[in-house]
């Protein structure tokens, strides 16, 4: 089966300071990766995605990094704020359509 | 505009019971899913479906049915519930590859 996995599975920040969270993916072939928030009690929320033919994609405040080579996926955002206290996970989608979750990083901002 | 709805929010239901988890969403998007997220894990897919009238076995589908009757509306089933099913479940429905999810349902097998 998929194995999508998070480096990290807590992380604290300084409010105001940047956040990068990563993860790794194994399907070579897998076409769209997605990041997600997931607050307390709530379902997960959409922030930014990626094609497999990108390799950096910009939103705000947030900026997602593929590497292919290492099979490597980051979510970077700049000056976290305690509204970003969360869990952060990805996703990939294989060709088949199929979604595969990581467990997830959860993030802490410190005011 | 109400995107993906789900109820019921909670349920605790006894080994045996039997009970429906109903997702609904007003976008008009052919494919839906249920995923149920569990402690240490990430989401796993249960079932899913691509359109009206179709449903497809995903990554963990033993215990669980599915009926995709409306297009609007995805059904999950537990005919005879297990403790090994208390989790929370979500529903997600598609648009090209994005997924919206509902704010998930909370149950618990005794």
């Known amino acids: 089966g998929e194995s999508v996995g998070l480096h990290l599975p807590t992380l604290s920040v300084q409010e105001g300071d940047n956040s990068i969270i990563n993860c790794a993916y194994s399907?070579?072939?897998?076409?769209?990766f997605i990041w997600y928030k997931q607050e307390s009690g709530k379902g997960p929320q959409f922030i930014i995605d990626i094609r497999s033919n990108m390799d950096k994609r910009q939103g705000q405040r947030v900026t997602v990094l593929l590497n292919k080579t290492v099979k490597h996926l980051s979510l970077q955002i700049a000056a976290t704020q305690p509204g970003d206290s969360a869990v952060y996970f990805c996703a990939e989608k294989t060709p088949g359509n199929q979604f595969y979750f990581g467990t997830g990083t959860s993030l802490t901002v410190i005011p | 505009n109400a995107g993906v709805t789900q109820t019921p929010k909670f349920r605790v239901l006894k080994t045996g019971q039997s009970m429906t988890l109903l997702c609904a969403q007003d976008?008009?998007?052919?494919?839906m899913y249920w995923y149920r997220q569990d402690p240490g894990m990430g989401l796993r897919l249960i079932h899913y479906?691509?359109?009206?009238?179709?449903?497809a076995k995903g990554e963990v589908p033993d215990g669980y049915n599915v009926s995709r009757l409306k297009k609007q509306n995805f059904l999950l089933g537990l005919e005879s519930a297990a403790p090994s099913q208390t989790s929370v479940y979500f529903c997600a429905s598609q648009t090209r590859e994005e997924q919206y999810f509902g704010p998930g349902t909370r149950l618990t097998v005794t």
């Open positions: 399907n070579s072939a897998s076409d769209y």
């Open positions: 976008m008009n998007h052919e494919y």
């Open positions: 479906s691509v359109g009206e009238g179709t449903t």
